[in-house]
């Protein structure tokens, strides 16, 4: 229990990131250990690329974590995850929505959004990226708001979170009507890995 | 019972915890939610939004002249605008505890500079106390109080990004009262603060500091953590945490109150320590004082004073190893930016692409409008603090003749406006100014996360309330050309703004329409749809900037994403083919 492990949320605002955070920080929490959550609100909120930094283990220092040491990155959009990826530990794992969110910047600048990112990522990744259509799987569900759950299971499951503590997470956080289907959503993500 | 609270959401509780009266504040990043957090508790504390951090200061003068428990919050560029009644305020003293709180943000993650307000306590003569995480930011507000009402003198609480924002464990307690100061009592020689009676308060002042010392040098949270004494680090706030993380071996001095400075603690330190250093984000505020005692002291020769520390800057510092460059495992993907936009349906866009087809210069403020200065709105020429934009605008007249004013306007916020435009509307009016200035009325303080302000209606405590009537308060001040236009409008907003700037008198050009993200608003929302047959893929409606406006997968057509699409309308108004049109 002493080893203090990173987990890196990258995504863009609005997509639900710091929700996410807050649903496995619950659960870490429920599980006893320290945990500390770093994120930077105000301008980020504006559709500009978010992240949260989230460290647990028996005692937290820095809630920030360093390039090149987090054991997981989780993240909501492809481009995002290709920006963030350099705070990726060696053979870290990646859990990642296969979904691209345009900027407006590409239209008036040379830097465009690059071709088939999900393949570079696999390219470079290998086994240690997972990489599904997350909106999919939660549609076929019945709800994409389910999406971020789904890959909540996937990171539950990597990470070794046991599913009490993660199910009485979400049902904490997510609308009480949502319930069901939210559950049916992290059991799918689990299967995913 | 532990829960995981922000710094911000640590501060609302201990205030609560502690007794507290009254709370106040203008929102700011990073200190917004302190006061966000405070109507939970609404049965024990008041709290509220003032227009400006000057009068949220003053309102908790009184408060704490009556003998409340008080509290005042604002984000460090926000002392800037209190510091006036604040340096007199540690003449006075209290009686009701008094703690403000700075939060301060190194790297400035979305601020105009890095100011440290350390200097703040320093110079108006007050203590300083700074936690490291959410506990200590609970814990630390209650001490606080208590200093603040034992030494009669306002402390300073000063957090920074990190602390504000970063979750951490926290143990919850009980509110525990403190009524028996409550009451005022004439007392002229103190609270009055007349040059009689001020020359009578500075020694007094200087005497509190004295003893304020003696605190710091015996207080528990000044602690020496001895440990391997070949290192010993001086350091506090977030700074305290990275030094923890990358140096768990050294010796290490953390300072929870670092003014007025414990030399004598730090003396003892640095002779039981080999080698000092001295790690703090920003200036080398301890440092300087360290030195000035001749110890020898490592500190901003390698810590860098801009932006924010990390642990890995740190270490690198301290082990004299360079940065080493990570492998960039995509070195040929380029990452396009992505940085912070107006949200679809925002009503600035409108009047930000107006300006930038008028050709005009733009003297601007502080806000979500802001954004205007980016591609492709790229209609803003100044910012600089809250308010400028007036002020600066008139300069530019005086300066270069009216002309000039024939092809300028000054952009402002409601809340902005609110907070310190008026005075430069008077300016403007008084003395015979003829610039053009536009308030952008959205109805909230959309910036710092949608606060409510004196012209939306209701309080932070979710009280309807009056609301301010802009046009009346221009024509008040003596704007005689005060119009009122639709944000949506485009053609309007044209013909309005050309006609006012031609005008050689004060313009005051009131745009409406509010935010998209107003919680109480009533949403119709419509969208709208690029009919394929009709796009020319000519790239005008890009140049709104709208996130829900792109291009189709091979980049021949314009497509909107109709989920984040709300029908404001602005990009099927630039199309020249009216191919952008309302699904029915
Ligand atoms: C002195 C000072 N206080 C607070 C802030 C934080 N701040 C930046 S913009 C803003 C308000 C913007 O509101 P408004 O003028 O209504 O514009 P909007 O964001 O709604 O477009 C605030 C409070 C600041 N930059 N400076």
Redesign the pocket.
Known sequence: MSEVKSILLTGVGGQGVLTASEILSDALIDEGYDVKKAEVHGMSQRGGSVNSHLRYGEKVYSPLIEEGSADLIFSFEVLETIRFSKFLKENGKLVVNNMKIIPNSVYFSDVKYPKNPDKILKEVFKDNIYLFDAFKIAKDIGNAKFANVVMLGAISKIMGISDRSMEKAIENRVPPKTIEGNLKAFRQGKELV | MKKLLSGNEAVARGFYEAGGHVATA????PSTEILENMPQYGEDVYSQWSP??KVALEVGIGSSFGGARTLVA??H??V??AADPLLTLTYSGVKGGFVLVSSDDPGMH???NEQDNRFYAKFAKMPLLEPSDSQEAKDFVARALKISEEYDTPVMLRLTTRISHTKTLVELKEREEHNDLLGFEKNPPKYVMVPANGRKRHPIVEERTKKLKDLAENIDINKAEYNDKSIGIITSSIAYQYVKEVFPEASVLKLGMAFPFPINKVKEFAEKVEKLYVVEELEPFMEEMIKAEGIEVTGKDIIPRCGELNPKIIKNAVNKNKNEIKENKFEDVKTPIRPPVLCPGCP?RGVFYTLNKLNTVVTG??????LGVQKPLDAMDSTI??GASIGVNIGLEKALGKEFSRKSVAV??????L??GTTGLMDAVYNKGTNTIII?D?R?????GR?D?PSTGYTLMEEETKEVDFEKLAKAIGVERVKIVDSYDLNELKEVISNEIDKEEVSVIITKRP?MLIRRREYDIKTYRVDEDKCINCGLCLKVGCPAVIKNDDETKAKIVESMCTGCSVCAQVCPQDAIKLVK
């Open positions: 203008y929102p700011g990043t400006n951090e604002m984000k560029v926000g800037n605008v979305s601020s105009q600035h403020d502080i806000g979500c409008y802001t603090a809250m402002i916020g409601d809340s902005t406006f907070h310190s952008l959205n909230i303080t959309a910036m710092t606060q302000n935010c």
